[in-house]
């Protein structure tokens, strides 16, 4: 995918550049309503490691964890649907656990372990779940998939942990169950209704781990 | 979103002074609300502390037998501790009734007491509200109020407490542990945490600028079996229109906490009182002073028969 030498997102990344220009240089003409004191004003040195590798980014600390991602590194296999938490689309994995990368900061991230649906999987080595997915026609458009992806592996790694959910009936014996399965993915909307085929995905998932 | 600062908080005792001392400071930890509202440009902070790393992110015993959390410990740890899901069921059930996973895993204990009305006409810039913008009236009163409160409204405002945990968390009498600007320490009863909307309804909470919230505190274990019921518009992630919490005794008598019904989590002694005559009683009891509209009248029938489902679950156990 690298070695190609013009792609549609590479199209849209330079285009979307020159249309920031503009309105960025109109805001720095605006009279300044800026804070009163300025601790840690401008651009704030942020450390991450995405998927594996160290990045250092300098950020605007209004930056969200998810435009770092997309704009910044150019990881744009994380979507951004509502941007407000409600659709799940953002979903990335921190730290080992599956957050909406829209509503954090990038800043309170500095050091933090991110894994995207990149980190998942390639297409020469997917990720089990991403095979599955696959096998089981987990999706239509494919917009919310990545998200639908990140959020189905930490679902089984909460499952095995033991976390509860509101489809438990005990909340000692957590175990896996379509019940289970669907109430722990309704943080993830898919606009194409593929909801059956992403629980088979990942019952099949499941199973295979527990073999 | 409107330009702030941002650091990251070494202390308590820094953090509360620093928040004490800068007009348009606010915490920050999980994010997961305030964020939505900076957005939306309800929230327009000039300064961010972030105070996830301020190490309050333990669950430990108390010297009476009961259980103090952390500010910082998210809602899933929460849910999922053993002592929660074995002496205060009704906490961890309340937990994973509210929001989605990948919020659960962010939200923490704090931000969640503190999180702010769902009310359409408070997110609506557009639209007059005396929470966002004291003074500008309220859409509410005489607009869509189908999922708003119906107890401790005022003429300035009926918007509805979101959480589902803080409403356990006032079955159980919890305790807010807070540090202020000066470094003093207090612990408020959580009936006294949250404020009715009165005619200052941008008022939500006891906190004084700068205070910060450090733990909360559970008083040692009621024992008996624990409930939380909540009906909503989706089987899953939706706010309730009516929930119910409720912890029944072995010798018939019972404690309840409401949400989606109150302007606060709400809880009314003489409604424990009427536990022994059954779902109806509690449900009048608990009502008392309610004051509905058009379009939110049903909650109080809502609230009866959730209550009755509630009772006849318990009858079959027993």
Same mark, same amino acid.
């Given at each position: ?20 220009? &503009? ?43 998810? /435009? ?12 951004? =649907? ?5 659709? =799940? ?14 509503? &954090? ?18 297409? /020469? ?16 458009? =494919? ?43 309704? =943080? ?24 | ?32 609300? +305030? ?37 910082? *410990? ?38 969640? +007491? ?13 639209m007059p509200c005396n929470k966002r913008q004291p003074g500008s009236g309220c859409g509410a009163l005489k607009g869509m109020s189908r999922s708003l409160a119906i107890l401790g409204v005022s003429d300035a405002c009926i918007a509805q407490h979101p959480s ?11 305790? *807010? ?52 019921? @909540? ?32 302007? @606060? ?33 049903? @909650? @109080?029938?809502? *609230? ?13 156990r027993a």
């Amino acid at each position: 995918m690298a070695s190609t030498p013009v792609s549609r997102r590479g199209m849209l990344r330079g285009g979307a550049a020159l249309a920031a220009a &503009t309105p960025l240089m109109a805001h720095a003409q605006t009279p300044s309503t800026g804070p009163q004191r300025n601790i840690g004003a401008g651009m704030i040195p942020v450390e991450l490691t995405v998927n594996g590798r160290e990045v250092h980014l300098q950020l605007d600390p209004r930056t969200t964890l998810l /435009d770092a991602l997309r704009e910044h590194l150019h990881l744009t296999g994380t979507k951004k =649907g509502c941007d407000q938490g409600q659709c =799940g689309a953002c979903t990335v994995i921190v730290e080992g656990r599956r957050i909406n990368s829209c509503l &954090t900061l990038a800043v309170m991230h500095d050091g933090d372990k991110v894994t995207t649906i990149e980190g998942l999987g390639t297409p /020469d080595r997917l990720h089990p779940m991403q095979k599955a997915f696959i096998a089981h026609d987990g999706y239509q458009c =494919g917009y919310c998939t990545p998200g639908q992806i990140c959020s189905a592996v930490a679902v089984l790694d909460e499952i095995r942990a033991g976390i509860p959910s509101h489809a438990t009936a005990d909340l000692d014996a957590v175990a896996m169950s379509d019940a289970e399965l669907r109430e722990r993915m309704s =943080g993830n909307i898919c606009r194409c209704a593929a909801y059956p085929n992403i629980i088979a995905a990942m019952r099949d998932v499941a199973g295979e781990a527990k073999a | 979103m409107k330009p702030f600062t941002y650091e990251r908080a070494t202390s308590v005792e820094t953090a509360a002074k620093a928040a004490g001392s800068m007009q348009g400071a606010r915490f920050i930890a999980g994010g997961t609300n +305030l964020l939505d509202l900076m957005k939306l440009q309800i929230e327009t902070p000039t300064h961010l502390i972030d105070v996830n790393h301020l190490g309050l992110d333990r669950i430990e015993q108390t010297e009476d037998g009961g259980l103090r959390i952390g500010a910082l *410990v998210r809602n899933t740890d929460l849910a999922a501790d053993k002592r929660v899901r074995r002496d205060y069921a009704v906490l961890s059930r309340a937990l994973v009734a509210g929001a989605s996973g990948q919020l659960r895993n962010k939200a923490t204990t704090a931000g969640n +007491l503190l999180q702010r009305t769902r009310c359409p006409y408070f997110y609506d810039t557009r639209m007059p509200c005396n929470k966002r913008q004291p003074g500008s009236g309220c859409g509410a009163l005489k607009g869509m109020s189908r999922s708003l409160a119906i107890l401790g409204v005022s003429d300035a405002c009926i918007a509805q407490h979101p959480s589902d945990m803080a409403v356990a968390m006032r079955l159980l009498d919890a305790r *807010v542990d807070t540090v202020d600007a000066g470094g003093a320490a207090r612990s408020i009863p959580i009936a006294d945490f949250h404020l009715l909307p009165g005619d200052t309804p941008h008022r939500e909470t006891a906190l004084k600028p700068g205070e910060i919230i450090t733990s909360v505190t559970l008083p040692k274990p009621l024992g008996g079996t624990h409930v939380y019921r @909540k009906v909503r518009d989706r089987a899953s992630y939706a706010f309730a229109l009516v929930s119910v919490a409720a912890v029944f005794g072995r010798d018939g008598r019972a404690h309840f906490a409401f949400g989606g019904i109150g302007t @606060k989590p709400w809880r009314v002694e003489a409604a424990d009182a009427a536990a022994k005559a059954g779902a109806k009683a509690v449900a009048e009891a608990a009502l008392a002073g309610a004051r509905t509209t058009e379009h939110n009248d049903f @909650k @109080k029938l809502l *609230v009866e028969r959730t209550l009755a489902s509630v009772f006849r679950q318990q009858e079959a156990r027993a």
